[in-house]
């Protein structure tokens, strides 16, 4: 997070660049994780017939009707929300207190402290290092649990930035833990789908606790960051206390609109899934030809080790890529990079072994 309470993201921020003078059409963008391959053709066919005249159905109705049949749940434990974003920061107006903690699994999306603090929740994070391949010891997290006492427990699973995944006997063990102490797990599903082998189907909707809120997003995987849709799946009452503070219209008819062609789609996402993967896995081998240290798990996004991730970025950003620093994740001898299509990832190792070579 930065000075001033502002929490540091990945992709482009043209205030950013028009300050170093570069435009916007000369980078291309490995610091946002997005499916390369999209969006659906389906998806802008569907926007391109949309009238944008009428006002949005603030109920989101239609979306809620097929997101239930997808989860096997109550349409009303579906809440739509301006991407998971905003529904981050609904959770934690409609479940926070001022005072109590919220315990953070970290390294981790800033947001989830940021809605926190902004409620005058206090923040503990238990963090998992790069020397234990960053995993979690479940039982030190659920001793944490019992003994810190949380209101909210925010999980990312699979995580970013580092694309490790909990098992889902942990995540069900540590909602029950919540539930024992009178407080909530929030799980961060955003990635859910995207690794190699899943199948899109989410097992924890066979068996889903009352204390735990799961929050999925739609944008990365159909590659439509900019329109925002985002949703969570909680006990229907816990979605109506959430959904108390949502803006009415807080869904645009786009969004809607889209997310809808993007369920009816089901070819879109295992076809370009496999493309994906394969650009992620020529990207991580040239990478690591330049005699980088990279690490990933179960995401097709990675990091790059680097003596200066700030200072990585800004090189290769003079150079037309755009890598994200991940010194806001407490990782600040790392870059994220996010696979590209395999020309735009030749560029980026160009500039990388020309940024090498210079510090030899």
Not at 82 to 88: F, Q, R, V, Y
């Amino acid at each position: 997070m930065e000075s001033g309470g502002t929490v540091v993201h990945g992709a482009l921020d043209e205030a950013e660049l028009a300050a170093l003078g570069v435009s916007v059409e000369s980078l291309i963008d490995f610091s946002s994780n997005i499916n390369p391959f999209g969006p659906p053709a389906a998806v802008l066919n569907a926007l391109q017939n949309l009238n944008p005249a009428p006002y949005p159905d603030r109920s989101c109705l239609r979306l809620r009707r097929q997101l239930a049949a997808r989860h096997q749940c109550h349409i009303d434990s579906v809440l739509v929300g301006n991407g998971a974003n905003e529904l981050i920061h609904l959770t934690a107006r409609a479940l926070g207190e001022a005072g109590a903690i919220a315990l953070i699994v970290t390294p981790v999306y800033g947001e989830y402290a940021h809605a926190c603090r902004l409620v005058a929740m206090p923040v503990v994070e238990v963090q998992s290092a790069a020397h234990e391949q960053f995993q979690l010891d479940l039982n030190a997290l659920l001793a944490t649990i019992a003994q810190v006492r949380p209101r909210l427990v925010w999980l990312c699973s699979p995580n970013n930035p580092v694309g490790t995944s909990l098992a889902i006997g942990s995540i069900i063990a540590l909602a029950h833990a919540c539930a024992d102490i009178n407080g909530w797990l929030v799980l961060d599903r955003a990635y859910f789908g995207l690794g190699r082998d899943d199948t899109g189907h989410d097992p924890l909707d066979q068996e889903t606790p009352a204390r735990l809120i799961r929050i999925y997003s739609l944008t990365k995987s159909y590659a439509v960051a900019g329109l925002r849709i985002g949703y969570l799946i909680a006990d229907p009452a816990i979605v109506a206390a959430i959904a108390r503070y949502q803006p009415a219209w807080s869904v645009s008819s786009a969004a809607q609109t889209a997310a809808l062609a993007m369920l009816a789609d089901t070819t879109f996402l295992p076809t370009t899934l496999s493309q994906w993967w394969a650009v992620s896995d020529d990207l991580m081998r040239g990478l690591r030809q330049l005699g980088l240290t990279v690490w990933r798990a179960h995401l097709p996004f990675m990091l790059a080790q680097c003596a200066n991730g700030a200072l990585t970025r800004r090189r290769l950003l003079a150079r037309g890529c755009v890598v994200r620093d991940c010194t806001s994740f407490g990782l600040p001898e790392w870059v994220r990079v996010a696979p590209r299509r395999p020309a735009e990832n030749a560029r980026l190792l160009a500039a990388w072994q020309e940024l090498l070579e210079l510090e030899q």
